[in-house]
């Protein structure tokens, strides 16, 4: 079964309930950021990485299905991203997209095509 883009995999190890702000964000190909926020919502489940001086005051949006992994104790969350696919995301401002259906609709579909996910269109889902 294709996991929802909007929920972690039952393979990344996340601890329920665990606060992931402040844990250091690794892509495939290096450092991305820190969370600054983050949800644990049931298929609507997602990080908010601020991404210091990599892209200077910006923030991205990662859906949970991006995580692979967490480490509790090197306060790590690796993603199966690289900088670049993060970096062409759709731009996220936090006042205006968390709450957007269509910027969540292109996110997840950015992130669940066959190019830069695992399925179909919006999230991958596959029925």
Known sequence: MTEHVWSYKSTAGRPA???????RVEATDGSVGKVAKHSDEAGDAYLV?????????K?????AST?????TAERKVFVDRT??????????H??????????RERLGTYY???VHGTGGPFGGRVL
């Open 94 to 103: 936090r006042d205006t997209h968390l709450a957007d259906p269509a910027y």
């Open 59 to 63: 923030e991205v949006l990662l859906p």
């Open 17 to 23: 309930g665990a606060d992931l702000i402040g844990y």
């Open 83 to 92: 900088r670049g696919q993060i970096k062409d995301a759709p731009t996220f």
């Open 112 to 114: 669940g095509n066959g």
């Open 67 to 71: 995580v692979v992994s967490v480490d």
């Open 49 to 57: 990485v601020d991404t210091g001086t990599w892209i200077f005051g």
